[in-house]
């Protein structure tokens, strides 16, 4: 069985977030036990753009959302791959956040 490192990780996640959206305004970071969420706080999209990473059936999913429509999952079962995907993604967010 695959062991999961999210929560025992917080401080690497939270330095990911401060690093990626210190400058963005109306962004949050929620982290659990089995998941990681960054997203946007808008108020006018019901469904915002975010980044998760989560652990479920022995596999670590990754969902890069636009704010629009699903643009990417990832299922990965190694937590390593894992996170150097969710920092992609997260990069992603951050990039296209501060051009809209």
Not at 38 to 52: C, L, M, R, Y
Request: aromatic letters at 16%; proline letters at 1%.
């Amino acid at each position: 069985m695959t062991k999961t490192n999210i929560n025992k990780d917080q401080i690497k996640f939270e330095n990911l977030y401060k690093s990626f959206f210190s400058d963005i305004k109306n962004t949050s970071f929620l982290i659990s036990s089995d998941s990681v969420v960054i997203q946007s706080d808008s108020k006018s999209n019901s469904d915002p753009a975010s980044v998760e990473l989560s652990f479920k059936d022995d596999n670590y999913l990754i969902y890069f959302w636009d704010g629009y429509s699903l643009a990417e999952k990832t299922t990965v079962q190694s937590y390593e791959n894992a996170l150097v995907v969710f920092k992609k993604f997260a990069k992603k967010l951050a990039k296209n956040l501060r051009r809209y």
